[in-house]
């Protein structure tokens, strides 16, 4: 039934937790800047004079070189490496 496969899909796709979550194993550079309700998942680096704007979700093992700029609500799926770029 649709509810059956409803419920087995939610397990795939859980709701995303509203806040700050910065997790433990995160290299953030002392000039960057992180907006206030943004996820960072584990193994991220981010670099010199980032901006990343305010609810924005880093996937796991991000890698963001320095300069670069990232709007708000913005989201950078896992394991993506971001280089001379605004977003």
């Not at 859980?14 to 943004?38: H, L, N, R």
Request: one cysteine or more; aromatic letters at 12%.
């Amino acid at each position: 039934s649709y509810l059956s496969y409803s419920k087995l899909t939610y397990k795939f796709y859980p709701e995303e937790v509203e806040g700050e979550q910065i997790s433990d194993f995160v290299k953030i550079d002392k000039t960057a800047m992180v907006g206030k309700y943004c996820s960072i998942d584990f193994g991220a680096v981010i670099g010199k004079n980032v901006e990343i704007g305010e609810g924005c979700k880093i996937g796991a093992n991000t890698f963001i070189d320095d300069n670069v700029k990232i709007g708000k609500n913005t989201k950078i799926s896992d394991n993506v490496s971001l280089r001379y770029c605004i977003i």
